[in-house]
């Protein structure tokens, strides 16, 4: 579906049993950068090292066999009957923070991600700790929208001073990621955020918690600018500065 070679809404309207795909054995890349083609969003892989598929057409098949056939050609792929794959797991998943069941959407890159809403996004109880301005001590929020861009949020190492009365207020960035799709999961497994200078575009270096207003499907920033269509949002552990 990804290749445009099959497409669920132009199947024919006749019964049909099954669809026959032909694919062609190719020389495998060592990495694969996502890309969104046809409505869906491929993931990005690094190091890879399995076999490489290239399919090239398709036929609608309105008989599919008797069941021994069906059976004897599965005897012969490489899952056995009755076994489960296994998914790898990522080497470090301590960088990724789990999202829980309810509220849940699927980002860009085929991830699971808090859907954005005011109700999710913010500040509830009282505990101080689960506020975002505080939880953004130790963690880098993403946001993304529907148009397939992804922002980066993060506070200040340095704080800033008032001009007025010498109060120390926080200060955050706000960034747009160049490239979003391959800022995933496995990307934070081996690279604790904020992301390099070079993988961002610097929106606002300097914005103190009250130029941001959040919205139920956008933000306003510095009254100035809104970034519209939210619709997902994760955080992740952010890398801890060291004393030197």
């Not at 860009?108 to 700790?129: C, Q, R, T």
């Not at 993304?144 to 980066?152: A, F, G, L, N, S």
């Amino acid at each position: 579906m990804h290749s445009g070679i099959i497409n669920i809404n132009s199947f024919p309207a006749k019964r049909f049993e099954g669809v026959e795909l032909t694919c062609k054995v190719i020389k495998p890349k060592k990495n694969y950068v996502g890309s969104f083609k046809n409505g869906i969003m491929s993931r990005s892989i690094k190091a890879y090292a399995g076999n490489a598929l290239k399919p090239e057409g398709i036929r609608h098949l309105t008989n599919l066999g008797p069941m021994e056939s069906l059976e004897r050609y599965a005897a012969n792929m490489h899952i056995p009957i009755g076994k489960n794959r296994i998914k790898p797991k990522p080497k470090n998943i301590s960088n990724i923070v789990p999202i829980p069941e309810t509220h849940i959407v699927f980002n860009m890159n085929n991830e699971p991600a808090y859907k954005y809403s005011i109700f999710n996004i913010a500040d509830k109880g009282f505990e101080k700790n689960e506020f975002m301005i505080k939880k953004l001590d130790n963690y880098v929020l993403y946001l993304e929208t529907d148009k397939q861009e992804k922002y980066e949020l993060l506070k200040s190492n340095t704080p800033l001073n008032s001009e007025v009365d010498l109060d120390v207020f926080d200060v955050f960035r706000f960034s747009r990621v160049k490239h979003p799709e391959r800022i995933d999961n496995d990307y934070f497994c081996s690279n604790k955020p904020p992301l390099a200078d070079d993988q961002i575009e610097v929106i606002y270096p300097n914005l103190e918690w009250e130029e941001i207003l959040w919205g139920n499907t956008s933000i306003l920033i510095q009254g100035e600018r809104r970034v519209e269509g939210l619709r997902s949002f994760k955080y992740y552990k952010r890398e801890k500065e060291t004393n030197k």
